[in-house]
């Protein structure tokens, strides 16, 4: 079956980085459009960022721009997130997911931003 797991989220301080992890299995990773999502205490779902299957075509949130990449391993059926200037407002749980059809997440890792 399809699953995805998150791991790299942890606490950072205003202007610090982290980079986030997406271990993908039970499907070929090589040929979905893979996407990040977050979701802020109190808020809804947020769509950040996505990558298609043959890594040339890049998305980005406004919100995310210049500061957020995505990339993808095929290879290693992985996701990634490179967040640097991180700021408060990006405190959340990041998801990776695939979408069409059936939509599957993954459990989350959670990104806590702290002044």
């Known amino acids: 079956q399809v699953q995805l797991v998150e791991s790299g989220g942890g606490l950072v301080q205003i202007g610090g980085s982290l980079r986030l992890s997406c271990a993908a299995s039970?499907?070929?990773?090589?040929?979905?459009?893979m996407s990040w999502v977050r979701q802020a205490p109190g808020k809804g779902p947020e769509w950040v960022s996505g990558?298609?299957?043959?890594?040339?075509?890049?998305t980005y949130a406004d919100s995310v721009k210049g500061r957020f990449t995505v990339s993808r391993d095929n290879a290693k059926s992985t996701l990634y997130l490179e967040m640097n200037n991180l700021q408060l407002e990006d405190t959340a749980l990041y998801y990776c997911?695939?979408?069409?059809?059936?939509?599957?997440w993954g459990k989350g890792t959670l990104v806590t931003v702290s002044s």
């Open positions: 039970g499907f070929t990773f090589s040929s979905y459009y």
């Open positions: 997911a695939r979408f069409g059809g059936i939509d599957y």
């Open positions: 990558i298609d299957a043959g890594v040339k075509i890049k």
